[in-house]
């Protein structure tokens, strides 16, 4: 049962239903109501904006200059941030007990997809990003040395349920799932983000589930729950990422007008006889079909009759495999039986 310290926080911490047209990021507003729902964390967690040339530490204005302090002497994080900033990536660094979230409000994501959707507006992006570097830190499993899609699932699902906590749906992340399906085609990180499963059960989930009633520990507790019952495998990941492997500048390649390697992409999929593979792998080329996918700030559409044939191929081909997955198996051979001997009942022959 949470404690009554808990059920305080809750009202504040589920503050209700933004618009999401008109919802606007404020860092560091975040940042204070952060602290407020999480004060073990205060002097744990410290939050750098990177946002444009330079850098700037959030906190609490009464001691906002002692946290600048005191990061400005860690040499390792302004390194990383120095190697993150040019190409817009937010990201979160542990060293110790020393720990930090680094957001870039451009949410630029150079040669990546915007995670919720083209049409999503950059605040959304922005607030989608904070709460997933803040799952990172605050989840079990969030970070550290485990299956690299097992991090990252926690963080996608703290972000999504903070999501529909704020927002009263899971109408702005529904892009997400078919996001993390381009990313796996088309990012070369091992697959460690694909983390569509488990978004797409949260998803699912917020339909009959009141997420608006859990405390801040027990969000964080239901992310990693979430996580390790619904993430894939990551062998299985491993496998997909390194057949895509050979497609992974096709969504780039793509922003820039150039189909030649998402048409090679399309046919593999078409073909494939693994079921993973056709699953995700349609669900990526699906979501460009659709115009869903922003990126380096251009729209990226896969228009035309040909590719209206694809979205028909892929239907077909979904039905082939049903069918074949739905026939019955065969009954096994008799392993303990000689491959030429008599049925049970029948005469022996003659020597």
Not at 269 to 293: M, P, R, Y
Not at 320 to 340: C, M
Request: with cysteine.
């Amino acid at each position: 049962m949470p404690s009554a310290r808990q059920k305080s926080l809750a009202p504040v911490f589920n503050a209700a239903h933004a618009a999401l047209k008109t919802y606007a990021f404020d860092y560091q507003g975040e940042v204070t109501g952060f602290y407020k729902d999480h004060p073990a964390f205060r002097d744990k967690i410290y939050f750098v904006d990177m946002t444009g040339q330079g850098t700037q530490i959030i906190r609490p204005l009464e001691d906002a200059e002692a946290a600048e302090t005191k990061l400005r002497s860690n040499t390792f994080l302004f390194n990383s941030v120095a190697r993150m900033q040019k190409d817009g990536f937010s990201f979160c660094v542990q060293v110790d007990d020393f720990n930090a979230i680094v957001i870039d409000r451009a949410a630029s994501r150079r040669g990546l997809p915007r995670l919720t959707g083209a049409k999503s507006p950059v605040d959304i992006e922005n607030v989608y990003v904070f709460d997933h570097e803040v799952g990172h830190l605050i989840c079990a499993d969030g970070y550290g040395y485990m299956a690299p899609n097992l991090k990252e699932c926690v963080a996608d699902a703290y972000a999504v349920i903070r999501h529909i906590q704020r927002f009263g749906s899971a109408e702005g992340v529904a892009a997400v799932p078919s996001m993390r399906a381009v990313e796996l085609a088309f990012r070369n990180d091992s697959g460690a983000h694909f983390t569509a499963p488990t978004v797409a059960a949260i998803i699912e989930d917020s339909k009959t589930t009141d997420f608006s009633t859990l405390t801040p520990g027990e969000t964080a507790a239901l992310a990693t729950t979430y996580a390790r019952r619904n993430m894939l495998p990551y062998h299985k990941v491993s496998n997909m990422y390194y057949s895509f492997l050979r497609f992974n500048k096709g969504l780039t390649n793509a922003a820039d007008g150039d189909m030649e390697l998402m048409k090679t992409f399309a046919a593999r999929i078409v073909t494939t006889a693994t079921g993973d593979e056709f699953k995700f792998g349609s669900q990526a080329l699906k979501a460009l079909v659709a115009g869903q996918v922003l990126c380096d700030g251009k729209h990226v559409k896969l228009a035309g009759r040909g590719w209206q044939k694809v979205l028909r191929d892929l239907d077909a081909r979904a039905e082939e495999l049903a069918k074949a997955a739905a026939s019955p198996v065969p009954p096994a051979a008799n392993l303990n039986s000689p491959p030429n001997a008599p049925k049970e009942g029948a005469p022996c022959a003659k020597p």
